[in-house]
């Protein structure tokens, strides 16, 4: 396997714009987690999955940020409007089950100017 | 919710020397702890974990403590190399609860020649 892949690896975009990143996660994962990384807060999880069921989105900072997993393959991170302050790295994990080994993605790296 | 804590959040050894770093939690239900090294435009990568029936567990040069009622846990990295050059990130996680991994806020970890 691959491992997880994720797209773009880097997105500049203009602040008000729509961006949407892209995961898939490791054949026969049944969890996904989103998480986004900061220099001020670390690694923080935004949302998960299981079996393509959205299962905790607290960490989802405004309504801005929407997640999709509309199938075993693939999620979607979603952010409409974009703003300067959602610059970061953002990350995507799958795990076999509970509780064991993340395995994450190389990250797609947002600039929002 | 859980919160980790995680000290210091740089440190600079000699090469052969060894480094600690060390995290806290806050929820005693969490029983799950692994630690993540990510290098430079990677994702993380899972190095060791230990879960809430184990209070030490050792694979080669890197070693993990659990002291579950000070809720205080610790990554032991000897003779080091550098290779073991990353960021380095715990986390705390609850088996039955939910499948949230909370991570802390990362380690720098310099290995200078």
């Known amino acids: 396997d691959a491992g997880v892949i994720q797209s773009p690896r880097h997105e500049v975009t203009e602040m008000g714009q729509e961006v949407t990143l892209r995961c898939k996660p490791i054949s026969g994962h049944d969890y996904l987690f989103w998480y986004r990384q900061t220099m001020m807060r670390g690694l923080e999880l935004l949302i998960y999955?299981?079996?393509?069921?959205?299962?905790?989105d607290s960490g989802m900072p405004e309504d801005r940020f929407s997640a999709k997993m509309p199938n075993a393959s693939f999620s979607t991170l979603k952010i409409q409007p974009s703003e300067p302050r959602d610059s970061a790295v953002y990350f995507c994990a799958s795990s076999p089950q509970q509780n064991t080994e993340a395995f994450f993605g190389q990250g797609t790296r947002l600039t929002v100017v | 919710g859980e919160n980790v804590e995680q000290h210091p959040s740089t440190l600079s050894v000699q090469e052969g020397d060894s480094a600690v770093i060390k995290c806290t939690y806050s929820?005693?239900?969490?029983?799950?702890f692994p630690w993540y090294k990510q290098e430079l435009g990677k994702g993380p990568q899972l190095i060791i974990d230990i879960r809430s029936n184990v209070g030490e567990k050792k694979d080669q040069r890197i070693a993990v403590t659990l002291n579950k009622t000070a809720k205080h846990f610790s990554l032991h990295i000897t003779e080091t190399q550098p290779e073991d050059s990353a960021v380095y990130f715990c986390?705390?996680?609850?088996?039955?609860?939910?499948?949230?991994?909370?991570f802390g806020k990362g380690t720098r970890l310099h290995i200078l020649p």
């Open positions: 986390a705390a996680s609850t088996l039955g609860r939910d499948d949230k991994i909370i």
């Open positions: 929820d005693s239900a969490s029983n799950y």
């Open positions: 999955f299981n079996n393509n069921v959205p299962i905790d």
